[in-house]
């Protein structure tokens, strides 16, 4: 019986041959009985026998072709399945399949609900035709593109990063584009927290600018009126009388003090007197030029530096304060009691070849001005 089977599937497999002898035989009985000749009969034979057998051959040979190429088919479709990157194929425009990691990606439960759609189903409008043209330098042949960054829209209305890339390939027996997504929406949300980080650390780097900034002009500025201070006034002195004695020019120095500013303080209180004290700090930075330096010197005494000013311009300009001083009325919308103040003037180098010297100097003019009746100017 199992002998009988085997013979029949290699009929089955062998079926043309077999035919082909058949007829062979038969048409050598018939060929025999009517007398037919014998080289007719043998040349016959041979060329159905080769026909048979080459005909066997080719479609033995299309059989193995097509079951090679279904079992090739059927290995590369298990790896697809298999692999953990998402890959799609479409063709003619329209998803034709999908594997698992694609669904999962997607959230979508079967293939189902998403064969049959077309990518741009799940991307923002705004890339339609960057994905037709790459859909279309694909159909002319360019066979693979450069990764493609988009958003994709899943079903349940979240969405994903991915990185696209493309290769055209032969799918059903028809062109078609296999495209594997990687997933990088938890890359690009720590680079979106970066990029946040960043910006913030920027702000907080500019805010940190500012505020050195602010601390450095509060360590150099007298909070109450404006001007320099003490401290930067002895930073600085040293280096503006270098300038003047390499370039040859002189320093004009005032030296302020405010006449009966306590007298001022005690009756009418400390208030008005910090408005008093305000209102000659904005008169003076309202009035100094680009290189003046004009600093509150201590209590109700200020001090001004004026390079490349000669004597007689530093007393006009003294004068100038002077009166300017003596007419104000109000300070931001605040009335002052009226007020003076004496000034005393010298000048560097005639006065002194140190600032020490030339500050003494315009000081003890200074005295001189409150000792002659206050509310003038005096010159070393």
Known sequence: MI????????????????????????????DIITAGRMVSRFLITISLLAYGIFTQFLINSQKAAKDSLRVSEEHHRLMIETLPLAVFVDAKGKIVYVNPAFLTMLKASSPDEVVGMRITDFVA???????MKRRRSMADGEHTL???ELNLRC??????????????IIFQKQPAVLSALYDITERKGKEIELQKVNKLLQIYSGEMEDLQARLKEQAIRDPL?????RRYLEATIGRELARASREGFPIGVIMIDIDSFKQ???????QVGDLILQALGNLLLSRIRAGDIACRYGGDEFLLLLPKASRATTSERAEQWRIGFEALKTVDGEKV????????VAVYPMDGITMEAVIHAADQAMYRAKTLGRNRVVLA
């Open 146 to 148: 450069q990764p493609l």
């Open 225 to 229: 009126t404006g001007l320099f201070n």
């Open 264 to 270: 001022a303080n005690d009756t009418h209180g400390h």
């Open 3 to 30: 002998r009988w089977k085997k013979i029949i599937v290699f009929i089955e497999k062998n079926g043309l041959v077999f035919i082909a002898v058949a007829i062979i035989l038969l048409y050598w009985v018939i």
């Open 125 to 131: 409008p705004q890339l339609f035709d960057t994905l």
């Open 155 to 168: 079903m349940d209305g979240t969405s994903v990063t991915v990185v696209s890339t493309p290769i055209s």
């Open 337 to 344: 009691p009226p007020t003076t103040i004496s000034l005393g």
